[in-house]
């Protein structure tokens, strides 16, 4: 019996678990399945090095101080590194080859900051065709007595100092090319240097349409990037659309016409035609003979042109003040009875070739005088041919400048 006892005993201990036991708080949950461990994803066991930084973008053509100089070499270092300037639409600091004693080469610095400022955001926001391909040129020096106009007569060298020096030259470059607005190709250029120690230094630097960039009398103001953006923006804004208007007179408007006079006359002058000269501004006289290209039938010339009237008129011996002056030219067109009907308009995205572009400088804002006229040429890069000076330029390089534009519809013949 004894030995029974012991054997039920045992089988309590180690028997099997009943088929449906109660669990309690000393008994653990049954283990789960047994899963597959884990294998780590391959890492590089190279060290990961850093990606470059992006390399600042530069905010100014570096322009390296010349050692020794000459009044000719202050010249040709002046232009180059202003083309510089140009083509990077980058400010370039210029001040140790100009004289910042005197105030119109530190407006000469302002206003072509505001150029290149201009440049760069006008090609970032894709406004319109900026030039950055760079073309050949030559410095041509010519003697004081060939000057053809009075220039010198109103500057007194003893204000420069007792080595002052004067140059005058002609800039040429590639036919038909546009170039940096201050090159002022195929018209006079007049400087004066000044020398102390050995350094040559620009102190004044005067060419046709010069006085309306950088002239003494009215500085150039430094503008912000927004500010340009802001009047950017505006310039450039989508306006309503230009409707044509239909021509109300016999003689109707060939821009085509326009545009191939202006290619042909604007580096070299129409000799059929009085030349009011640079010093006064050709401007207008020429903006007016391609004008009356655009209205003339074949084979009419200058002498028998019969279009022309006693209020618009120009010929090899003299002309009008309305024809060879902007604001004469203006006043005229916008009088009820003129023999010119144009249509004036703002948005310059309505630009078309044959066009007449006016501008006016910022330092006359608040008279809204505009002083300058030009015609389209190329509506689609938007290039401009003018007088004084003799050349074509972009719409994109008018710098510190707003604009108008007029287009000549018929003409009572």
Same mark, same amino acid.
């Given at each position: 019996m004894?030995?029974?006892? $012991?054997?039920?005993? #045992?089988?309590?201990l180690?028997?099997?678990?009943?088929?449906?036991?109660?669990?309690?708080?000393?008994?653990?949950?049954p283990?789960?399945?047994?899963?597959?461990?884990?294998?780590?994803?391959?890492?590089?066991t190279?060290?990961?090095?850093?990606?470059?930084?992006?390399?600042?973008?530069?905010?100014?053509?570096?322009?390296?101080?010349?050692?020794?100089s000459?009044?000719?070499?202050? #010249?040709?270092? /002046?232009?180059?590194a202003?083309y510089?300037?140009?083509? =990077?639409?980058?400010?370039?600091?210029?001040?140790?080859?100009?004289?910042l004693?005197y105030?119109?080469?530190?407006?000469?610095?302002n206003w072509?900051?505001?150029? *290149?400022?201009?440049?760069?955001?006008i090609a970032e926001?894709?406004?319109?065709y900026?030039?950055?391909?760079?073309?050949?040129?030559?410095?041509?020096?010519?003697?004081?007595?060939? &000057?053809?106009?009075e220039?010198?007569?109103?500057?007194?060298?003893s204000?420069?100092?007792?080595?002052?020096t #004067?140059?005058?030259?002609?800039?040429?470059g590639?036919? @038909?090319?546009?170039?940096?607005?201050i090159f002022?190709?195929n018209?006079?250029?007049?400087?004066i240097?000044?020398?102390? !120690? @050995?350094q040559?230094k620009?102190?004044?630097?005067?060419?046709?349409?010069?006085?309306?960039?950088?002239?003494n !009398?009215?500085?150039?103001?430094?503008?912000?990037?927004?500010?340009?953006?802001? &009047?950017?923006?505006?310039?450039? *804004?989508? @306006?309503?659309?230009?409707e044509?208007?239909?021509p109300? /007179?016999d003689?109707v /408007?060939? =821009?085509?016409? =326009?545009?191939?006079?202006a290619?042909?006359y604007?580096?070299?002058?129409?000799?059929?035609f009085?030349? #009011?000269?640079?010093?006064y @501004?050709?401007?207008?006289?020429?903006?007016?003979?391609c004008? +009356?290209?655009?209205? %003339?039938t074949?084979?009419?010339?200058?002498?028998?042109?019969?279009g022309?009237n /006693?209020?618009?008129y120009c010929? %090899?011996?003299g002309g009008?003040?309305i +024809?060879?002056? $902007?604001s004469r030219? +203006?006043n +005229?067109?916008q009088?009820? %009875?003129s023999?010119?009907?144009t249509?004036?308009?703002?948005?310059?995205?309505?630009?078309k070739?044959?066009?007449?572009?006016?501008?006016?400088?910022?330092?006359?804002l608040q008279?809204?005088?505009?002083?300058?006229?030009?015609?389209?040429?190329?509506?689609?890069?938007?290039?401009? =041919?003018?007088?004084?000076p003799?050349n074509?330029?972009?719409?994109s390089?008018l710098?510190?400048?707003?604009s108008?534009f007029?287009?000549? $519809?018929?003409?009572?013949?």
């Open positions: 004894k030995i029974l006892a $012991v054997l039920l005993i #045992v089988l309590a180690f028997g099997c678990a009943p088929a449906n036991p109660t669990l309690s708080d000393n008994v653990s949950d283990a789960s399945e047994v899963q597959e461990p884990e294998v780590p994803e391959e890492t590089n190279k060290e990961q090095k850093p990606e470059p930084e992006p390399e600042p973008k530069p905010t100014e053509v570096k322009f390296t101080p010349p050692v020794n000459s009044p000719k070499a202050a #010249v040709m270092r /002046y232009f180059s202003l510089d300037s140009y083509i =990077a639409m980058l400010p370039v600091d210029i001040s140790p080859i100009i004289d004693d105030e119109m080469m530190q407006n000469v610095l072509n900051d505001l150029l *290149a400022m201009r440049r760069r955001l926001n894709g406004y319109c900026v030039e950055t391909e760079r073309f050949d040129y030559e410095i041509e020096y010519i003697k004081q007595r060939d &000057l053809d106009d220039r010198m007569y109103y500057v007194d060298l204000d420069y100092g007792k080595n002052a #004067v140059l005058h030259f002609v800039i040429k590639e036919e @038909g090319k546009a170039y940096p607005p002022a190709l018209s006079q250029h007049s400087v240097v000044t020398e102390e !120690d @050995g040559y620009i102190a004044y630097h005067y060419f046709p349409g010069s006085e309306g960039k950088f002239q !009398d009215l500085p150039v103001e430094p503008m912000t990037e927004e500010e340009i953006s802001a &009047l950017l923006a505006e310039e450039f *804004a989508a @306006g309503e659309g230009f044509p208007e239909e109300k /007179y003689r /408007y060939d =821009a085509e016409a =326009a545009v191939a006079y290619l042909e604007c580096e070299e002058r129409n000799t059929d009085y030349f #009011v000269g640079d010093w @501004g050709n401007c207008m006289n020429f903006t007016s003979q004008v +009356w290209a655009g209205f %003339k074949d084979g009419e010339t200058p002498k028998n042109y019969e022309m /006693y209020e618009w010929g %090899k011996g009008t003040l +024809w060879t002056s $902007v030219f +203006w +005229w067109i009088e009820e %009875k023999e010119m009907q249509a004036v308009f703002y948005n310059v995205e309505q630009v070739a044959g066009d007449i572009v006016n501008i006016g400088s910022y330092a006359c008279e809204e005088k505009y002083t300058h006229a030009l015609v389209v040429v190329d509506e689609e890069r938007l290039i401009l =041919a003018q007088n004084s003799a074509f330029i972009y719409y390089d710098a510190n400048n707003y108008r007029i287009r000549p $519809v018929s003409l009572n013949a």
